[in-house]
Structures are given as C-alpha cells and as structure tokens.
C-alpha cells in the first residue's frame, strides 16, 4: 500500500473508532477489501472494533451516497441517529443535493472528508491484461503493481484513473465536519468539456450514429441508475407500465430513450462522480450525456450541482431573464 | 423508403402526387397550455385563419406540466414534429410554471439535439390567448421546416411488422 494511502487508512480506521467509541455517530460508512482484486466493498461499522476493517485505496469506485438516506432511514428505527461517512469532493456534492432534496438532515451525517487524487476504473487494468487472470493489485505512490499467475507488472496509476476524475473541478470535499486529509491543490483542468464540444461540433448526422453506436452494447441491466445516488424514486419510469414511456426490449429506440431520459432526469443535479460508469458492465460512457446537461446547466444558469445546500437546484428555480434563444418568436 | 412502406397515416397526402416531398403532410404534436396558447389556437379557429392542417393540438394544464416524457413519446410514436406552447413570461396563470419549463425545454432541446435528433423537429414558443395570428403564423413555421426534414425516422419505434407503434 502506499504511504499516502496507508496513512489514510489508519487515520480513517482511528477517526470511525473514535466517533463511534464516543457516540458522536450510530454507525459509520466507509470500504473494506472485497474478494476480488480492484473491487471495494462498502462497510457499515457499528462498533469500533469493526471501524477497523477500514480501508481506503483508489478502487473505491461506489459512491456512498448512494445508500446514505436509505441507511439513516433504517437506524432511524432505533429513534435519532447520526452516521458518519467518508466523502471525497463528488460524494460530498451528492450528500449536499440528498440534503436539498429533503433526503437528508445535514445534522444525520457527519462527513469525513478526504481530498480525492482521483480512482482507478479496474476495466482499463483489466483491459492492459486481457486474457491474463489478475489476482493481486498492490497500489504504490503513482503506479499500480498488477500480479498473477506468472506474471507481475508495473502500470502507471494515473493512465487508468476514471475519465470524470481527469477533469475533476472539485477533488475536496464541499460539505464536511473535518478532514482526515490535506486539501488538494490540484488545478482544475481548463478543458473540461473538451470531449463534448468535439461531438457538438460533429453534424447531426454524425452525432445519432455516435450516439447509436455509443448505446448499441446496452443490456438494460440498470446498473447505472442503481449505482446513481440521484436515481431513487420509487417507481423508475423505465418500471412503469401505464403509461410505458419505455419499452423493456433491446429495440434501438427504447435503449435510446432509456439513456436519454436517465441523463436528463440528473439534469443539474449529477456531480460526474463516475459511479454509473464504473457500474456499466458493457463500458457505455454515458457520463458523456449527463456532461453536455452539466455544462449546458453551467453556461446558461451558472451553477453546478451540490455546491451549497442553501441554494436551490436549477432546474427546481428559474430566472426572469432566463436564456429563451431557442425559442421560436411567434 | 416509398410511400407504401409507410405507416397508413403517413403516406402522401394527394394520390397523384408526384413530388413525395411537396406532398408530404407532416404530423406534428402540439402541446398547448389551456390558459393561453389553446385559447390563442381557439381565436386562430374562430376567426377563420388558415393554417396547415399538420398539426394535432394536445391541450395541457400548463407549460410546466409537459415533461421530457411525453415529447419523447410523441417522437417515439412517430411524430414527425413536436411543438410546445406555454403562456408568455409573467402571464402564467400558475405564477412560474412557464418559467420552469423554460429551463427544462432549453436543456432538453440541446441534449436531445447532441444525440441527433434534428433541430427543426422540435419546437417551443409563447402564444397568448389573443395572439390568434401568431398561432397560425407559427404553425405555418413549423410545419415548414418539419416538412423541409422529410419524415421523422430517428428515435421512431417500428414494429417487427414494418408499422409504426
């Protein structure tokens, strides 16, 4: 393990303990190792015997928000409860649009932060060693040393670090009651919509036959919109059946409007924490539909999601002045 | 595609047409809002103007109300455009909900736009209720440019028996 990583781990493994030796948390949500290489598993500890399973690496692709409501909602059978969690800059954001969202009570979290150098998408090391069983990763400072049988090579961490995690704005934490790190001083990246003006600049033509063959492999498996903490409604519009808005086959069309609507449901409200991606068994890149709707929500109302839990969500407010050149003049 | 692999209700509007593209009378969705731009669409009726008759009007309770669903719909069903209509800013009659829509319209239209759906198929736009001359003015507009398209044939859904939905 690496230094950075290593001491992480034991701070994260002393603060969880701390906190739930002290009461000041009913449980504690953070990852251990799972049984498979690059896979983390989330942990719920409730005790601090268990906070010291903590782990804390760049595998840890799920986004904890995800579960966060549903879990406090669960202990709060037990009366009035308080769970800390760890969040990098992306879960942070997330927490903040769960709390806009009347999901959450900022007072039912406690947010460990953690300023994020960016997770590993264990598809592309797969993808370095295809047809070659990896059985170990050891992560040091910026290289990954992948092993199996007869074989232990040395891949540079950064080359398989996620896509949204190359063009992170925002690697510290928003929302957070103390930092197990330092903050990071990474500087943002100027080109970050650099992938979505090129396909802009494309000819519509160009653009549905991109598109097409971007969501041709789908299976409809959902793990998208499972790994998504902002997908949670009751009842998915993909389940409904009267009326059915999409149909449950492989058509070309549904799969379309399965991954149009999905990205436009997370309009303004997706942080690009890369979870939907990570979860793709079929490594569709639909990040690239929420970010046209993340930088579209930039340029024309000049906000980003989950930046302040005072603030309204964009699409849930509106302008007088509000951009309307699309519009048609009658 | 000739005109007797399409849908009954799609094909060519004159039998004796030559030119299929002159001939093609396209069949647009109209969303309006009951307050202003169905009252407006009413006046257009009552006062005799003309208008093509490509347009099939949906009556909602407001601009806000329409969702990216049901415009989906309308061009999965095989729409081949859609036009959407709300109150004026400031005239709604639920105080913001055109202002919501206007949010959500401008950022459906660019998304659906990125993954190639024309731009002249969909369109929105503010009609009020004494605006009877605008209403057929844009009609005549949309079923202009929606004609200039041809047929809708991206994000249609067709059955394994060549039909529409």
Redesign the interface.
Known sequence: MSQLNETITRALRERAGDLLAAGTVDAFVGFTTGTVPMVMRPLVARTPEEARQFVWNSFCVLNPANFLPELVQTLSGEGQVRVGVVATGCWSRNMVVQIQENRLRREQIHIVGIASRGMVLPRRVRALFAGREITRVEEKEHELVVSGPGFSETVSRWSVVRDNCRTCSHPNPVLFDEMLTSHSTRNPVADRFDQIEE??RMT?????????GEVATCIRCYACRNACPLCYCPTC?VDESR?Q?V?KSL?P??V??FH??R??HC??RCTDCGACEAACPMGIRMRL?TR??EK??LA??GTEAGMDPGQPQ??AT???D???D????? | MTSSSWPRWRRPCHKNCVDETLSFEPKIIAFLCTWCSYAGADLAGISRLQYPPSIRIIKVPCSGRISANLILDAIRSGADGVLVSGCHPGDCHYQSGNYHARRRFVLLKNLLEFVGLESDRLHFTWISASEGEQFAAVVREVTDRVRGLGPATRFVKHLPDGSGK
């Not at chain 1, 033509?205 to 097409?212: A, D, L, N, T």
């Not at chain 1, 699309?326 to 009658?330: A, S, T």
């Open positions: 396909i802009e519509p033509e160009e653009r549905y036959q991109w598109f097409q519009f009326p808005w149909g058509d069309v549904d379309s409007l149009i609507l990205a436009y309009a303004g539909f046209k709707l579209d929500v024309l109302f964009p699409l509106y302008g007088l509000d951009p309307q699309f519009m048609l003049r009658g």
